[in-house]
């Protein structure tokens, strides 16, 4: 079960490669963001991605190794799958600290801002 989510999620991994990719291309930015927003969501999204799957995944092989029920196993695959689907479409496209009026600010805009 885990080998199957690790390949539905290698397929996500790509896609959020591609995006990256494809919004370099638009910025014309090679490394870096270039301070564009939707770039710097890009980025953050593979990277998110890329910090937290592999560890799910090598829990989850564990969990079949130890013959946990399959039913446990399968849901908890169906959760990383899904969580990790719903955070690369949507979470480019909403950000919940900006929505509520806030907006991160990097430690040299926040020096000039004082």
Wanted: glycine share 8%; net charge positive; charged share 15%.
């Amino acid at each position: 079960m885990a080998v199957f989510a690790a390949a539905i999620l290698a397929l996500v991994l790509v896609y959020l490669s591609l995006r990256v990719v494809k919004l370099r291309k638009r910025h014309l930015v090679a490394i870096g963001d270039g301070g564009h927003v939707d770039l710097q969501r890009a980025i953050r999204a593979q990277g998110n991605f890329t910090e937290y799957v592999p560890m799910a995944l090598l829990l989850l092989y564990g969990l079949e190794q130890m013959q946990v029920a399959d039913w446990l196993v399968g849901s908890l695959c169906l959760m990383l799958v899904v969580g990790r689907l719903v955070h690369a479409v949507r979470g480019h496209l909403f950000n919940p600290v900006q929505a509520l009026g806030y907006r991160m600010v990097s430690n040299h805009e926040a020096d000039l801002q004082a």
